[in-house]
């Protein structure tokens, strides 16, 4: 069994800040731990808004506080994303995330991250990274 709590996990490696200022992560369940996912707590900071192309993973995001908007750049569509909302990248999608305040969302990725990853030039995270130790 794994058993990690979050505000222990946001005080070590765990928690990783982008270079650009627009989110921090704290990873909790990692490639390491070998369950096939990983799991997150995010927080997208107020006033964000980036582009991400996730072209090596699959992510779900749940939104636990907070209000923003994602907009797929397919077909333009804007989805408001609020307390409650879970939107699914099940297509690599191409989109933008605007916080019109501070959200924090759980995410999961397939396949799991390793710990270090942030976004490339391209909005994605590589297949591998340096792993973070428990």
Not at 6 to 31: C, Y
Not at 68 to 73: D, I, K, N
Not at 110 to 128: D, F, I, M, R, T
Request: glycine share 6%; hydrophobic share 35%; with cysteine.
């Amino acid at each position: 069994m794994i058993v990690r709590d979050l505000i222990s996990a946001e005080q070590s490696n765990r928690r990783i800040v982008s270079p650009d200022g627009n989110w921090e992560s704290t990873r909790m369940l990692l490639k390491d731990d070998n369950m096939g996912f990983s799991f997150h707590i995010t927080t997208i900071y107020k006033g964000a808004d980036f582009q991400m192309h996730y072209q090596n993973h699959l992510e779900s995001v749940y939104c636990i506080s907070g209000e923003g908007e994602v907009e797929t750049l397919a077909d333009g569509k804007k989805y408001p994303i609020k307390r409650g909302t879970l939107y699914i990248l099940d297509k690599h999608d191409k989109h933008i995330l605007r916080a019109f305040e501070e959200m924090k969302m759980a995410c999961v990725f397939n396949p799991p991250l390793s710990g270090k990853e942030v976004h490339n030039a391209e909005g994605a995270y590589e297949l591998e990274a340096e792993a973070i130790s428990a």
